[in-house]
């Protein structure tokens, strides 16, 4: 079984809603840490949505993504969320969750700061 595995992904229609999950394999991960989503578009870079902290006392977004996305965690269910109102067409992309491995802070926010990945879920706006 994969470490990290997403869903939620699916087609919505332009200022639709999704709620994108990622679950934590409790074998590899028995206790809490950072989580983050990224998001990639065939041909560009991978991009940072939203990033967690262990006890969700940092919450941190992508510009484009401050207030219309919310991140969430529960970490007795090992689950993360990311909520996404108002979509429109530039938010099609395959969505990944990500976690660190040993400490993490904030201000590593790069794709390269993290270790384990999920293989993505795909979100398509429709216009």
């Known amino acids: 079984q994969a470490q990290l595995v997403e869903s939620g992904g699916g087609e919505v229609q332009a200022g639709g809603s999704l709620t994108l999950s990622c679950v934590a394999d409790?074998?590899?991960?028995?206790?809490?840490?950072?989580m983050a989503w990224f998001r990639q578009v065939p041909g560009k870079d991978r991009d940072l949505v939203a990033a967690?902290?262990?006890?969700?006392?940092?919450?941190i977004y992508a510009d484009s993504a401050k207030g219309r996305f919310t991140i969430s965690r529960d970490n007795g269910r090992k689950i993360m969320w990311l909520r996404m109102d108002s979509l429109g067409p530039e938010d099609t992309a395959v969505y990944f969750c990500?976690?660190?491995?040993?400490?993490?802070?904030?201000?590593?926010?790069?794709?390269?700061?993290?270790?384990?990945w999920g293989r993505g879920t795909q979100v398509t706006v429709a216009s």
């Open positions: 967690i902290s262990r006890t969700a006392d940092s919450l």
């Open positions: 409790r074998r590899s991960f028995p206790g809490a840490f950072p």
């Open positions: 990500a976690a660190p491995y040993g400490s993490w802070y904030p201000s590593q926010l790069k794709p390269s700061d993290f270790d384990y």
